[in-house]
């Protein structure tokens, strides 16, 4: 079995040689260089396409494009940059890797357990094969999907990602694209699903070359925090929306993906009647025929509609959005912090953490302080709790944080426990960051590499310094200076995770934690949430008291925790059994008593049993 995505643009093979296309609008002359060949003299067309095929050239040769006397550009949609952002492009075959997968169709998204990881710091190798290495503790885990950050090229060695300039090139720190095909081969072999974090928001700030030849590619009328937006909706969207579409599409059937998490959609702009995401959506389920592909969000704006279902409950374009909400919920309750955005949830995060439970969003269009007192969401009450991805950490939260430190670091062992065991068994789509299932003592830090261009390194500094002098724990300029130098190599080496402490204790206790609480997972409320949700319901009280019940149409599965002082005395609801509860509660037939930051989950009959 081999796999191709044909595009209309890059280098493809023909029955005639190689094809190279690129669509140059604004360039006055293009040429384009094979190897040490003599250059190419390419006119492009009225829709500004320059293409030409070249005979006697097969995978393995290298080139580039010379555009207007600048020579050495690479092909935007080079599939590989042996030589990183700045060197050749190289032809590839992709048809040449020997897939094993054929039987493979996917898992359902009512299975899945996200485990998000960076493949530089997954590993102190940092590449596609040592990550292939630790599959089997993955899935071991009770994992069954990977979600990996970005992989497309970027500049230097180290970068989390989101500043990749070459999106169809896997990156070449990590390893060649059959190295990332044989990472996703294996993982198919283990059961597990492996999603990859795609950015069609912006392009990094180094290394993009597209505006020097295809300026109306981007676009003055939106703006992003990143600058000019990609141009999705002006009268030559085609070719734009096109690049991006076919990126999805080729990550899903060339490298057999099985699925994408788009990043930041609020800042995609588009005012073309349809939507570039539904166009996504609706290609990327097209080409994935009978596989199951599954497409997450994350969306700043809690844009509920992205998330409908058909009457038979299968996702009309996404899957499920990563919930902020809960996180910040979670945070506030395990940490006491108040500032930036945890103050939309510092004055009630326990009513707003049952919201998240049982309705999806916390802010379903209520006025957000944080942002100046706009209003924030859509209803969601309406969604299956699968529609919805619940972390307590993940790389932004854990990164964007002045050292990095894991929750771990934050808060006390027992309550971790607590919030781990309310994450992991209740019916959304539960997602741990690498290293979380160990509480493992490497922070993650902001890192880039950007050493090619010293000012782009300075400004990234000192801005990482400017951004946190609003926190009163760096308003002192001389604590400000403490915040690891996110360009300098020791900052991303801090970052890299230590599998051997996994073995050791605390480590392997809590690993042991985290297995068993998976393993009541996927045995009591997987069958559950596939059953299909009836109801939800939830109470909390003024004393830190929670209470929620989701009813299924095979069962019942409750949350009964406390989060104030002293002890709270509970019932066990009729013929439901205790599928977990803290260490330290009190029972005594139907009576449990909780003591602060304790919780017991239960699982019963159907509505309506007998």
Known sequence: MTSLHQMPFGAEATPNGIRFSLWAPDARRIQLQVDDADPIDVAADDDGFARVIVEGVGAGARYSWTIDERAGIPDPVSRFQPDGV????????????????QAWTGRPWDEAVVYEAHVGAATSAGTFDALTERLDAIADLGVTVI?????????????????????????????????????????????LSVI??????????????????????????????????IDFDATHRRAVRDFVIHNALYWIEEFHFDGLRLDAVHAIKDDSDTHVLTEIAESARKVAGSRRVHLVLENEHNAASWLTRTEDGRPRLYDAQWNDDIHHCW??????????????????????????L?????????????????SRGESSGHLPPQAFVSFLQNHDQVGNRAMGERLSALCDAQRLE????????????????????????????????FSDD????????????????????????????KIPDPTAPATFQASVLRWEERVRAPFADKLAQMRELLSLRHSHVVPLAKSGILEATSHVDESGALDALWSFADGALQFQAYFGDGEREVELASGHEILWSSPRLSIHGAKI????????????????AA
């Not at 060695?157 to 060649?176: C, E, I, K, Q, T």
């Not at 909780?594 to 509505?607: D, E, F, H, N, V």
Request: charged share 20%; net charge negative; aromatic share 14%.
């Open 418 to 449: 607590t919030a781990h065991a309310m994450l992991l068994l209740a019916p959304q789509t539960p997602m741990l960051f690498m290293g979380e299932e160990w509480s493992a003592s490497t922070p993650f830090q902001f890192f880039v590499d």
């Open 358 to 374: 049982t309705e999806g969003f916390a802010y379903q269009g209520e006025p957000s302080l944080h942002a100046g007192g706009r």
């Open 86 to 101: 700045f060197g050749p492009s190289l032809v590839t075959d992709p048809t040449a890797f020997p897939w094993r997968d």
């Open 331 to 356: 945070h506030v309750l395990l940490t006491g912090e108040r500032e930036g955005y945890y103050e939309d949830f510092a004055d009630a995060p326990l009513k707003r953490l049952a919201r998240c």
């Open 454 to 481: 010293p000012d782009l390194s300075r400004a990234v500094r000192e801005g990482r310094q400017r951004e946190f002098a609003r926190f009163a724990a760096f308003a002192d300029e001389k604590l400000a200076t």
């Open 147 to 191: 979600e990996l950050m970005p992989i497309a090229e970027c500049p230097g060695a180290h970068n989390w990602g989101y500043d990749g300039v070459l999106p169809f090139a896997p990156n070449s720190a990590y390893g060649a694209p059959d190295d990332l095909k044989r990472l996703i081969d294996e993982a198919h072999q283990r059961g």
């Open 196 to 229: 990859l974090d795609v950015v069609y928001n912006h392009f990094g700030p180094s290394g993009n070359f597209l505006p020097l030849y295809a300026q109306s590619f981007f676009t003055d009328r939106h703006q992003t925090p990143w600058g000019a937006a």
């Open 593 to 608: 008593k909780l003591q602060a930051w304790t919780a017991m989950i239960s699982k019963g009959p159907a509505r309506g």
